[in-house]
């Protein structure tokens, strides 16, 4: 009913503005041994919502990281890289609510003051604490807030509580975004748990994306880092939802080693090959599930350049179309408007042949060689484009290189968040 | 059933819709000697709306161009770009409605048939007659139609006709835009007159950017072009809208030498900085007429950077905050939300120092050396924001170069036309 639709579409404080396009999926989350995870409500959000997660760690656990390339960044990000240096992790302090951005030197001290707490009450190094937060920029961390939470924290930490620590550093998602996968190295099985949290930002908060990854497997904190690097590409920088590049952007890695394995710490290993599967496989379920809640999102668009000469220019011409709001907005209005298609490509600042440009639309070829393809009706471009779930196939034919990016549709929702939506 | 809100707000058919920030201003438009100019409805469009121009040039008139840096582009991009090395035109034939883009080889044939009957129409040589077309991509180019017009256009030809000509090659513009600039040299009087189209795209067209400046001052072709490339840089370069380059995007300038002055052909003579002058000048006022005519802009925002290292890192970093679709929705919703800002400065790749960064929203400081400025308050932030007229100052304090980039919000009136308009 098409009134229905547009109250509960447009009106920015209606409870349904929120969409994200197909279900959630919330799967059953093991417990994975050496870690222990809680969540509170410590009162940087209002209504008792959740804004702390704490993750404790067993001695000895691996751990990498990829953080936000903005100059700007919070002191916790800082924090973060520098404690990388350590190669283990004891504990992760996450708060939603506030990001602890542009507040000056008080920014670091008061992360390192809630640091300190979390090594003091965990008996661990205030080096081995990894802190992040998220939420709205320029306000003054309520430090002492948090501090005051992280001893009934620990008190509540349970091995298995995944979920609730996901809640925990959710800001304006609709979801909590978890995932898991399993595997074995030399016969033992391993798990690696994941959540993430970031869709967008309501007024005045900022579109970061967390996410922090598990497992018990045993791999050196070195080749962790090697492994989260190629994992990264393939996963979280490749979705986007507006372009935008955040000033708190995180994503770790924990492995606890506590699977009765040998240790991996070679490169060249085997045995690594199911691991970085796994690794790259959960990165990239929970990027989609950020694109899937991305703000306003009614459809979750692939697309995917093939026939490139190299994997840079298929990501670049990729991107260019995934970002491009004459693209977007086509989407947003399930409008089979290839020309926008094509001026997306041409712009991708790639030597690409008009000539042998073919698209297609879902399995509908659209442009062949160039031009519209003989074969092609209007009809049939809608019907993809009525779906809520949609792939754009682009063959630059002109060598062997792929690279797929995911998307979401520009849309009226998209600027009442952003636009409308006063806290 | 359809809610109010959707009729009166959403509504592509609804009149309103298409706002521009200010009140257009149409100067009158003096004839310039050497330069004669019509317009008429050759059937491209619907309701015999304006559709195609001719302008008429005298022998010798001096030419130069910069077109689009899309891979893809229009056949008559690519034969304007290979005519500029006649040094010398005649004519300008622009259509609208059709960009005739992805044609394959047939759309070079048209565009080359419609040159000719020019050229024939006014005993001049092919190769003289410069063509742009704007428009829908991918649908055939109604040849046909265009050469039956072009005799009438011939006999219509006349002086000062300079707004006619302007509406026959507007798309989706709310309204025509024009220019004028008198100048000197040697005591000559010399006069430009411009014309441009742009705002945005209703589907299928696209938003192409074309523009026109004629003049009767004496100036070489390769000066010309020289003036030409500083100019665009300084005004349509300067612009964004929705970030997307265009496959026909065509600046030209035309200037006949009918001025009785010695003739400029030295980039270091003396008489050239009021010529220099004027011509950025007019470039600037209709690079701007097209951002205040934005597609469903509500506000004209100036962005300038200052106390960059260099001009390039004053452009980038000036570029990424004019095209942050965070920062242009928070502009929609006339929304102080500062740390956007600062998001999209920390993002554009330039080495900057947070601590030394100064922003400014019209007069009032609100970062202070990367702080929130002590005195500033939410009120005074939230008054610019409520003008329609917009100036952000961002200070890096890290050199003396600077840059300016003009841009304007995104509404839902710029998700309304580019999503739900059907044609």
């Known amino acids: 009913m098409v009134c229905c639709f547009t109250i509960s579409v447009l009106s920015p404080f209606d409870e349904a503005l929120p969409m994200a396009v197909g279900t959630p999926i919330i799967p059953e989350l093991p ?15 209002k209504n008792e919502t959740l804004d702390l997660t704490l993750v404790a760690m067993q001695a000895g656990t691996s751990v990498a990281g990829v953080y936000t390339k903005n100059r700007i960044v919070s002191p916790t990000v800082t924090l973060c890289r520098d404690r ?13 609510g506030n990001a602890n951005v542009s507040n000056g030197p008080q920014g670091m001290l008061d992360a390192l003051s809630n640091g300190k707490t979390v090594a003091d009450q965990l008996g661990v190094e205030d080096r081995q604490v990894f802190i992040s937060s998220t939420g709205v920029i320029g306000a003054a961390l309520p430090v002492h807030k948090i501090n005051a939470a992280i001893p009934g924290l620990v008190e509540n930490l349970q091995p298995g509580n995944w979920l609730q620590a996901a809640r925990g550093i959710m800001t304006t998602d609709t979801f909590a975004k978890v995932a898991v996968r399993h595997s074995q190295i030399d016969g033992t099985p391993i798990t690696m748990v994941g959540m993430a949290k970031g869709s967008g930002m309501i007024h005045p908060n900022m579109a970061t994306m967390l996410a922090y990854l598990f497992t018990d497997a045993a791999v050196s ?11 990264v ?6 979705i986007t939802v507006d372009g935008d590049c955040s000033t708190n952007d995180t994503l770790m890695l924990f492995a606890s080693g506590a699977a009765p394995h040998t240790p991996l710490a070679d490169e060249d290993d085997p045995r690594l090959a199911p691991f970085a599967e796994m690794l790259n496989d959960l990165a990239m379920e929970l990027a989609q599930w950020i694109v ?11 697309v995917q350049v093939r026939g490139a000469q190299d994997e840079t220019a298929a990501r670049q011409v990729a991107m260019k179309v995934a970002t491009s709001s004459l693209v977007k907005t086509a989407f947003a209005g399930s409008d089979p408007n290839w020309g926008r298609i094509c001026m997306a490509v041409g712009s991708a600042g790639i030597a690409i042949e008009e000539d042998l440009i073919d698209i297609f639309l879902g399995d509908v070829q659209i442009v ?17 484009m009525n779906e809520a779930e949609i792939g754009i196939t682009i063959d630059l034919n002109q060598g062997e290189a792929q690279a797929t990016i995911w998307t979401c549709d520009l849309t009226h929702d998209y600027v009442s968040i952003n636009a409308d939506y006063r806290s």
Chains 1, 2 share one sequence.
């Open 31 to 45: 417990a994975i041994a050496g870690f222990r995870a809680a969540a509170t409500a410590c009162g940087i959000k």
């Open 84 to 96: 990388l240096k350590e190669r283990e992790a004891r504990a992760l302090l996450v708060n939603s």
């Open 221 to 231: 904190s070195e080749l962790l880092q090697t492994l989260l690097n190629r994992a």
């Open 233 to 238: 590409q393939l996963s979280f920088n490749s």
């Open 292 to 302: 899937r809640d991305g703000e306003g999102a009614s459809k979750f668009v692939t």
């Open 368 to 384: 062949n060689r160039g031009q519209r393809d003989a074969a092609y009706t209007e009809e049939q471009g809608q019907a993809v």
